[in-house]
């Protein structure tokens, strides 16, 4: 051994959430729109907060898809929350769910933090945010979700092959913005 630091394991599971935070966070911007960046932010944290603590329960596969249905549960929970009893905030800016995992959830926020702050993903929010609603749409599904333009077709009403053409300009418009487009 020199001493020197382990390299991250690309293959580790943490290693992966840590890539797709950029993206995560992009979800959750898009589908809280006009809501305040923060929102957004802590929606992200509880979604990492969850998948690290259930990392043990994922079997193999598509470790994006997983965090996504995740992350498909953890916003109806935050919706219904927030229309029955307004959102309850603590001194430190955390919501209520972060009481019972204090530890994860004070590595998922340094770790949404620092990604919030990075000026390409702002951008690449900006550019979101001036979309038309179907790209919106497809940047969701196809983008971030990982949707196949085939099951997008049939969310969106529109034929696959059209899908495909509509995705494959926005990909190009998008993908100078967004590493996690060109993986």
Known sequence: MNGSPALPDADDPRTQLERMTPALLAWAHMRLPGRPTADAEDLTQEILCRAVTRLETFTGGNLAAWVFTIGKHVLLEHLRRQRKIGRTRHADGHSSAYDAMAEVAAQMTTLTRRVAKN????????????????????????????QTCGAAAIQLGMTEDAVSKRWQRLRQKLAARAAWLRE
């Open 119 to 146: 000026d390409d993903l702002r951008g690449l929010l900006h550019l979101l945010d001036e979309l038309d609603q179907v790209d919106r749409d497809l940047a969701i599904l196809c983008g971030m979700e990982g």
